[in-house]
């Protein structure tokens, strides 16, 4: 059965802060990993990872990909109470059908 | 550019009670369609997918069903609502092949 399991599942940090949040995987045939920012309704994009080794970067934010290990980091550097959210992680295999399957979240809050 | 409505954005229902949830795309044709259930402070569980009208996929046995009457309008029902359907409801389109999703602004069902 595919799963996504992410870790922690909350943190609490203070403005500046660097924070990394894990996402693991079991798929099969992987295509393509997402990274989701979730703050009071919809999830809102962050990055798409089909790679191994490449990050992507958006401001203070970065993801890379290790598909030999099966996982995902995304950083957040100088973090801002902005940033407090729910952080998705889902996970798209070739089971047929387009359906990305989700971890649970980690739920992170900045202090001021 | 493409965009997806969701509504309504709240919603109080007592037991017993129907449910219509109703989802739009605009700008685009042929879209995967998702219904995605979140608990509080959780991850998304899938509930249906639709690859094209008419052509409803469940993921998981429960009170809801969905519809597609129309290329880019899909429909979350119940005939009644229990207790545990409360959550926080979305709706997703995504393009066939590796893209990602978008989502729409959620309904929060709270059922009473």
């Known amino acids: 059965e595919d799963k996504v399991v992410q870790s922690p599942l909350s943190l609490v940090v203070h403005e500046g802060d660097t924070v990394t949040l894990n996402c693991s995987y079991e798929?099969?045939?992987?295509?393509?990993l997402l990274w989701y920012k979730q703050e009071k309704k919809a999830p809102t994009f962050l990055f798409m990872l089909?790679?191994?080794?490449i990050e992507k970067k958006s401001g203070r934010l970065s993801s890379i990909l290790d598909k030999k290990e099966l996982f995902s980091i995304l950083n957040i550097t100088a973090t801002q109470t902005g940033d407090s959210a729910i952080y998705l992680c889902?996970?798209?295999?070739?089971?047929?059908?387009?359906?990305?399957?989700f971890g649970t979240g980690t739920r992170l809050k900045v202090l001021a | 550019s493409q965009t997806i409505h969701q509504w309504p954005a709240t919603l109080v229902q007592p037991v017993g009670s129907p449910l219509s949830l109703e989802c739009t795309v605009e700008g685009t044709s042929n879209p995967n369609l998702y219904w995605y259930r979140q608990a509080a402070g959780r991850g998304l569980q899938l509930l249906f997918y639709s690859v094209g009208i008419g052509q409803i996929s469940s993921e998981v046995p429960q009170n809801l069903s969905a519809s597609r009457p129309q290329d880019r309008q899909f429909i979350l029902s119940s005939k009644k609502l229990l207790l545990s359907d409360s959550g926080f409801y979305l709706c997703a389109w995504s393009r066939t092949g590796n893209y990602g999703y978008t989502f729409g602004s959620g309904t929060r069902l709270t059922v009473v």
């Open positions: 089909t790679s191994s080794g």
């Open positions: 798929v099969t045939n992987f295509r393509s």
């Open positions: 889902a996970v798209l295999g070739t089971s047929g059908t387009y359906k990305y399957i």
